[in-house]
Nanobody, 114 residues
Framework: QVQLVESGGGLVQPVGSLRLSCAAS????????MNWYRQAPGKERELVAT????????NYATSVKGRFTISRDNAKNTVYLQMNSLKPDDTAVYYC???????WGQGTQVTVSS
């Protein structure tokens, strides 16, 4: 059974940093591209970052480019999202998802506020 468990969210002040983790199981993690999405209150879920199965050349949403870094450890079946210079507009529930696999985790709440 596919499981995705996100962690690392919390309350942080503007310009602060957080590192999110997503532990995956139930599928062959190393052959799938992985994605981070987020959904803010009243808004649609949006794609934030994507990393290929081998970890090369990530893609980012324009709104987070230069501030967020996606990475993965295939030995640990884990994908990460390092978030720096956080802004209030980054407040959302963050989810990880494998490309072409229709399962979502429970998400982790990130709140950026002073």
């Amino acid at each position: 059974q596919v499981q995705l468990v996100e962690s690392g969210g919390g309350l942080v002040q503007p310009v602060g940093s957080l590192r999110l983790s997503c532990a995956a199981s139930g599928f062959t993690f190393s052959i799938y591209a992985m994605n981070w999405y987020r959904q803010a209150p009243g808004k649609e879920r949006e794609l934030v970052a994507t990393i290929t199965s081998g970890g090369g050349v990530p893609n980012y949403a324009t709104s987070v480019k230069g501030r967020f870094t996606i990475s993965r450890d295939n030995a640990k079946n884990t994908v990460y999202l390092q978030m720096n210079s956080l802004k209030p507009d980054d407040t959302a529930v963050y989810y990880c998802k494998a490309s072409n696999i229709g399962y979502w985790g429970q998400g982790t709440q990130v709140t950026v506020s002073s």
